[in-house]
């Protein structure tokens, strides 16, 4: 069983960002910040050990929707 936790990474100079997955598919991932802070359109997202470049397509609140 996969943990359901993740990070993000926004700048490597700058503090990571947990974040829950909440679903995660081929192509993007559905997550949870634990930070509302202003995200960039392109940041990384660290999970199981991968870590892939993706692009924020939208946020609502807490939840945020990545596409890689």
């Known amino acids: 069983m996969m943990s359901k936790t993740g990070k993000t990474i926004i700048d490597?100079?700058?503090?990571?960002?947990?974040?829950?997955?909440i679903d995660?598919?081929?192509?993007?991932?559905?997550?949870?910040?634990?930070?509302?802070?202003?995200?960039?359109?392109r940041l990384e997202f660290l999970y199981a050990g991968v870590k892939k470049k993706v692009q924020l397509l939208w946020t609502r609140g807490f939840i945020i929707g990545v596409t890689y």
């Not at 490597?12 to 997955?21: A, G, L, Q, S, Y």
């Not at 995660?24 to 359109?41: D, F, H, M, R």
């Open 24 to 41: 995660l598919s081929a192509t993007g991932a559905c997550l949870q910040v634990s930070s509302p802070a202003e995200l960039p359109k």
């Open 12 to 21: 490597p100079k700058k503090p990571v960002i947990n974040c829950t997955v």
